[in-house]
């Protein structure tokens, strides 16, 4: 044979070999699923529900994250939901998310073998989705409890669950991402998997390749209610400091700020002097906390937390909930286009933090600021205290300039413009005739009783 066709030979035998299927690089959860499907518990609950009553549920909630109960009850009757949950321990002890057992007036577990136990309600924290419970006996079959901070993106993950009731149901996929944000939740920094979860899964274990629990599965993102590949889990490490808390006193307390922060977009970092879009921005602090007393200021951009660094707003309540309160921490804010250290004592978030709003319907001041593009009107005092704010002008028209690219909107209220308060329509008249154009501004508005900041760029 000539040297020409060997070669080509030789090129065509190494590329279908090189096409043959790695089988041996999957991995196999054969034996992981043996060693844990028994740990699995699907858990039934009855309730009696109010007529007319929804459970309370968000509407983000209704909306798109989808709960992972069967059904929503029927008024005035009992109900039946189903979940998930998993022994952590061999005398019992059941991790499930609050949202399974919220509002039951009985709650069973049922074991892989299909027998039933009544379970009792050790504790529930609605904030972090979860509940412990307690089954009576001993040598239960338990999970192995890992650690969800050396998780890495990528990795491979098994859930076990009880899809619309199919017990002992597995799925496998990948961790899509950490650290997630979710509408519904502040406090929880999820995990993202691509593993296909369905109502039902709620509760349930989610694996790594060694066998461990790494994480709680609790919401999908989805728009119809069955998987779409957007998967949310809670990091174990955060359900089991969760787990002590209710274990000693059958509820969590969290560390408090008493500030509200929004994120930092790039116009607003550009019109706060920062160099990226990162930290959370301070747009009220509360009256009587942790954060007035060491200092806090609206406008403040907090950029690290105890020494670690603050890149999305949503990573601050993650960290200021993990600490007890009376803890010590040190904040460092940009103020002005400065770093500033500040020094606090956290204190326990309260049971119910409820803002005041009001409308009020005044005369209208027809001196305005033209050149951004909007009318506004004066405030009484009892119209400020009903809004409880100190200062304030109602914007009434937008036009369209440079607050309607903004994002102002009529109905809010203009508290400041590059951190000057805003006290009457006129002192604002005199405020946007001494900027410059081109000048790109943080305006901070009242919209709904919560503050916010725009970024506000002149013409």
């Known amino acids: 044979m000539h040297a020409a066709p060997r070669f080509i030979l030789f ?19 054969t034996q992981l699923v043996e060693d844990n499907a028994a740990a699995v518990v699907n858990i039934s609950t009855e ?12 509407e983000m909630l209704r909306r798109f994250f989808e709960g992972m109960e069967e059904q929503m009850p029927a008024p005035d009757s009992g109900a039946e939901s189903l979940g998930s949950g998993f022994l952590i321990s061999s005398d019992g002890f059941i991790l499930t998310n609050h949202h399974v057992v919220a509002d039951a007036s009985r709650i069973i577990v049922r074991m892989q073998d299909r027998s039933e136990k009544v379970a009792k309600l050790i504790g529930s924290d609605p904030r972090s989705d979860l509940a412990l419970l307690r089954i009576e006996g001993k040598n239960f079959p338990s999970v192995k409890i890992g650690s969800s901070n050396n998780l890495k993106v990528g990795e491979w993950v098994l859930a076990i669950g009880a899809p ?34 369905n109502p039902g899964n709620s509760g349930g274990p989610l694996f790594n390749l060694s066998g461990e629990v790494i994480g709680i599965n609790s919401q999908i993102v989805s728009r119809n209610g069955g998987f779409m590949g957007l998967s949310f889990a809670i990091p174990i490490d955060m359900a089991m400091e969760v ?12 560390g408090w700020l008493g500030v509200l922060i929004q994120p930092v977009s790039r116009e607003l970092a550009e019109s706060f002097g920062l160099d990226k879009p990162s930290g959370a921005l301070v747009s009220q602090v509360m009256a009587g906390s942790p954060a007035e007393e060491a200092g806090f200021q ?31 921490a040190e904040v460092v804010v940009v103020r002005n286009g400065k770093r500033k250290k500040l020094q606090l004592t956290v204190a326990e978030l309260p049971d119910d933090l409820a803002s005041q709003g009001g409308s009020a319907a005044p005369e209208l001041d027809k001196t305005g600021a033209a050149t951004l593009g909007l009318k506004v009107e004066a405030l009484s ?61 943080p305006v901070l508005v009242q919209r709904g009783g919560s503050p916010m900041f725009l970024a506000l760029r002149l013409d």
């Open 381 to 441: 005092k009892e119209q400020l205290q009903a809004l409880s704010l100190e200062h304030g002008v109602k914007v009434v028209e937008v036009t369209e300039g440079p607050a309607a690219r903004a994002g102002i909107r009529r109905g809010d209220v203009l508290l400041s413009v590059n951190n000057q308060p805003v006290k009457d329509p006129k002192g604002l008249a005199k405020q946007v005739a001494g900027l410059s154009s081109g000048a790109v501004l």
């Open 243 to 254: 787990v002590a808390q209710l274990k000693d006193n059958g509820r969590v307390s969290r």
């Open 298 to 328: 609206v406008g403040d951009v907090v950029v690290q937390f105890n020494g670690q660094d603050i890149g999305l707003s949503s990573q601050l309540p993650q960290l200021v909930g993990l600490l007890p309160p009376g803890s010590k």
């Open 11 to 29: 090129i065509v035998l190494y590329l279908v070999a090189g096409c043959q299927p790695q089988a041996s690089t999957l991995p196999d959860f």
């Open 164 to 197: 619309f009731g199919f017990d002992s149901t597995v799925t496998a996929g990948i961790v899509s991402a950490k650290g997630r944000s979710l509408p519904s939740e502040n406090y929880v920094p999820f995990i993202q998997t691509d593993v296909a979860i």
């Open 47 to 58: 309730q009696k529900v109010q007529a007319g009553g929804n459970r309370q549920m968000p």
